[in-house]
């Protein structure tokens, strides 16, 4: 493994999804799933979403379309709450999954759409729960 950039894609990570997020992918791991955690943080966080030449921002844009085309309902919510981490709006998730009935079909627009609004509520009620 390369250290340096495990490290580099867990903070990375760590920004997008957020540390609750993170901590619990962690927590659930163990000696079956360690390598695809070290896999997932060292490529995709680390080197891809490290490299320069895309914004944070045009990265979820790119990731909430492949997720919601490919019916990943998991990642897809994570993803939306990354997307908003990197500074998109509600207004603009809905427009990428509206592009997405257009290229990728209806069926996956409903879902992702039903699957951004349980990421929504869950954001807004964490929200509500530090507030009280």
């Not at 799933?33 to 995709?44: A, I, K």
């Not at 996956?108 to 807004?124: C, G, M, P, Q, W």
Request: aromatic letters at 8%; glycine letters at 8%.
């Amino acid at each position: 493994m390369d250290k340096e950039l495990y490290d580099k894609g867990m903070k990375i990570r760590r920004e997008v999804l957020g540390d609750a997020y993170v901590d619990r992918a962690l927590a659930k791991s163990g000696p079956f799933n360690d390598p695809l955690q070290e896999l997932v943080t060292t490529y995709c966080w680390g080197w891809c979403w490290g490299r320069e030449g895309l914004e944070k921002r045009d990265r979820s844009l790119i990731n909430l379309a492949m997720i919601a085309v490919l019916n990943r309902h998991n990642e897809l919510k994570a993803h939306i709450r990354g997307a908003l981490n990197n500074g998109l709006t509600r207004e603009e998730i809905r427009e990428v999954l509206l592009q997405v009935g257009i290229y990728g079909g209806i069926p996956a627009t409903v879902d992702s759409f039903r699957l951004a609004n349980e990421a929504f509520a869950e954001i807004d009620n964490e929200a509500q729960e530090k507030l009280d």
